[in-house]
C-alpha cells in the first residue's frame, strides 16, 4: 500500500466517523415505550391487551421465530382502530369475530352481548 492509498483510506475513515458522531443514539426499549403509551395518537389503545395479544400471536408455531420489533410494534398499534362514537353518546364496539371462531366470538359476546345489538349481521 502506498503513501497516497493510506492517506485516502485514512480521509475516508475520518469522515465515517465525523459522520456517525452526528448520528442518535437508541433510546431504551421503557423510554420509548413511556414514550408511545403517552403519544395521543395511541390514546384509544389498551397496552396490556396488546402485549397479551402480541405474546399469544407469538405462541404460534408459524410465529415464533419473529422477532418483536419497535417497527412490528408500530405496526401492530397502528392497525387498532379508533372506537367511533354514536350520534347517541354511546360508543359503536369493534366488529366480532367470524362465525368459525366460537372461542373469540364467545368472549366479544361476553364483553359487548349481541352483535345484533350493535348493528352486526
Given amino acids: 500500500m502506498t503513501?497516497?492509498?493510506?492517506?485516502?483510506?485514512?480521509?475516508r475513515v475520518?469522515?465515517?466517523?465525523?459522520?456517525l458522531k452526528g448520528k442518535q443514539t437508541v433510546k431504551p426499549a421503557v423510554d420509548w415505550l413511556a414514550e408511545i403509551k403517552a403519544?395521543?395518537?395511541?390514546?384509544?389503545?389498551?397496552?396490556?391487551?396488546?402485549f397479551g395479544d402480541i405474546e399469544r400471536w407469538k405462541l404460534k408455531p408459524m410465529n415464533a421465530n419473529r422477532q418483536i420489533t419497535r417497527k412490528?410494534?408500530?405496526n401492530w398499534l397502528n392497525?387498532?382502530?379508533?372506537?367511533?362514537?354514536?350520534p347517541n353518546g354511546k360508543q359503536k364496539p369493534p366488529p366480532p369475530p367470524p362465525k368459525n371462531d366460537p372461542i373469540a366470538r364467545g368472549a366479544w359476546g361476553q364483553i359487548?352481548?349481541?352483535?345484533?345489538?350493535?348493528?352486526?349481521?
Fill in 3 to 11: 503513501q497516497d492509498q493510506f492517506d485516502a483510506l485514512e480521509a
Fill in 14 to 19: 475520518s469522515a465515517l466517523e465525523a459522520k
Fill in 39 to 50: 403519544n395521543p395518537l395511541y390514546a384509544h389503545v389498551n397496552f396490556e391487551r396488546v
Fill in 72 to 74: 412490528f410494534l408500530i
Fill in 79 to 86: 392497525k387498532i382502530d379508533v372506537p367511533v362514537a354514536l
Fill in 112 to 121: 359487548y352481548g349481541s352483535p345484533k345489538e350493535h348493528g352486526y349481521e
